[in-house]
């Protein structure tokens, strides 16, 4: 029970403290601004993700991947700016300079890869300034703009790809 009113408080206090600035966005026409990406640190090592960060890399003028490590260990990935359960309070928020550099970005999309129930990431990925935001089916709608409920990593991998060739942005904004 305490655990259900700490989620609620949670998605309160994250939704509250969302800026949402929804804008169209042309993946075929020109390379995206910026794209933040949220991984849980123990999926960087395959192979499907690597190759989807160098995909996006070669669509962005600049990609930005925040992990998250479950562990309290200091820093599991050397590559990519990880944060740990060291650095999450009681409601499952993000504090660090990390996390705190990372949020202050604006994204043109901003993808969180975790698959399961990953209350940082979420948090950050309902708190940051982004045109676009896509993640995993959830419990609560308004976390995402584009929510992918699939049974696996690569599936949900190859429906970012899949709809972010279909944005187009080539009639006017209603």
């Known amino acids: 029970m305490f655990a259900q009113y700490r989620e609620r408080l949670h998605f309160k206090k994250a939704i509250s403290a969302a800026f949402l600035n929804p804008q169209s966005i042309d993946w075929k026409q020109k390379k995206i601004g910026t794209i933040g990406i949220l991984v849980n640190a123990t999926s960087l090592n395959l192979k499907s993700v690597q190759d989807f960060l160098k995909k996006l890399d070669k669509r962005t003028h600049h990609l930005q991947i925040l992990a998250f490590a479950e562990t309290n260990a200091a820093s599991p990935s050397k590559d ?71 049974d696996s990593l690569d599936n949900y991998l190859n429906q970012v790809t899949f709809f972010l060739a279909k944005f187009r942005s080539q009639y006017e904004q209603v």
């Open 80 to 150: 990519y700016p990880t944060f740990t359960r060291k650095e999450v309070d009681w409601l499952w928020r993000p504090k660090g300079e990390k996390t705190a550099a990372f949020s202050k970005n604006s994204f043109d999309i901003l993808i969180n890869l975790c698959q399961r129930n990953c209350y940082p990431l979420e948090y950050l990925a309902v708190t940051c300034n982004a045109s676009l935001k896509i993640g995993t089916l959830t419990e609560y709608p308004s976390n995402y703009d584009l929510m992918l409920e699939t």
